[in-house]
């Protein structure tokens, strides 16, 4: 893997465009080019924009563009994280990059950002294609106070720092979930996903204790019960109904006005970034549909 600051490697993932969010958060925005209607790529916690680049090659017929949520990847790290602050991080997306009525696509944590972002400011998107978003309902089973929370922990313990890229790719292609990424995607969440120093090594953008702040907060937020409230049409993406996000897709479908439900039992929760060709087809069905 070339460094990143290889001028002849560059990409557009390395030259983001900044808006602000309302509460001052810089948010990495950027324009990946291409004609036809706007497409906003919003990506899964712990990851950035960088990831979707091979889906985005897939995705040929739109104009493209994503943003790094704050305290992921090149935008601002706020002392924890807000997940009703992250739609308006989309909004400031859209409007710094003048995209007109896109569809949004959104993984997990993204795909929630959408639908907040459309409770937010209603009419923003023609249409959402979201994988397996986190969105609980209120009578979701926590943990009892004082328990430790599984993610939260995993967050917390995630080695942070490798002595080279090679390194790091070595470590994920042996570890759940990253081993399951198409090579081009973990390749990606290496080189977009983590700071260069000087001496060769690197360290991730999204630190250990943000990350374990937005699993911590992931059940937090009110969107669950204010879905009746987005009526643009939404295909709502599961893999296998395995214990996790999966498992609420069925009932934030259910709750869309125009919400519809798609299963792939045969992908987990990061298809988006592992089966790219199936993914591709499914965003494509959806863009198809709604234009």
């Known amino acids: 893997m070339q460094p990143a600051d ?96 896109p569809i949004g696509v959104g993984h997990s944590m993204g795909g929630a950002s959408l639908l907040m972002a459309e409770i937010q400011r209603p009419g923003t998107f023609a249409a959402l294609w979201v994988f397996e978003p986190i969105v609980f309902p209120p ?17 917390r313990r995630r080695r942070d720092t490798f002595p080279s890229a090679e390194v790091a790719l070595t470590n994920f292609a042996a570890k759940r979930p990253l081993d399951e990424l198409a090579p081009e995607c973990l390749e990606a969440y290496v080189r977009f996903g983590f700071e260069q120093h000087d001496d060769g090594s690197i360290s991730l953008r999204c630190r250990p204790d943000f990350e374990a702040s937005t699993y911590a907060a992931g059940a937090t937020h009110r969107t669950w019960e204010r879905l009746g409230e987005v009526t643009c049409p939404v295909n709502v993406v599961r893999g296998r109904p395995e214990p996790g996000p999966a498992l609420l897709a069925p009932g934030i479908a259910g709750r869309l006005p125009a919400g519809t439900l798609e299963e792939h039992p045969e992908v987990g929760h990061v298809a988006p970034l592992a089966a790219l060709d199936d993914m591709a087809a499914s965003v494509h069905r959806a863009t198809t549909a709604a234009e």
């Open 139 to 155: 009578d979701f089973p926590r943990p009892e106070p004082g328990t430790p929370n599984p993610m939260v922990e995993a967050a």
């Open 6 to 101: 290889d001028p002849d490697e560059r990409s557009v993932f390395d030259d983001p465009q900044f808006v602000s969010s309302p509460d001052g958060t810089p948010i990495a925005t950027y324009d990946l080019g291409g004609s036809g209607g706007d497409l906003l790529l919003v990506h899964a916690t712990g990851f950035c924009a960088g990831v979707w680049g091979p889906l985005a090659g897939r995705l040929p017929d739109h104009r493209l563009a994503a943003l790094d949520v704050r305290g992921h990847g090149r935008s601002g790290s706020p002392a924890a994280m807000d997940w009703e602050a992250t739609g308006q991080d989309v909004l400031a997306a859209v409007d710094g990059l003048g995209l007109h009525h």
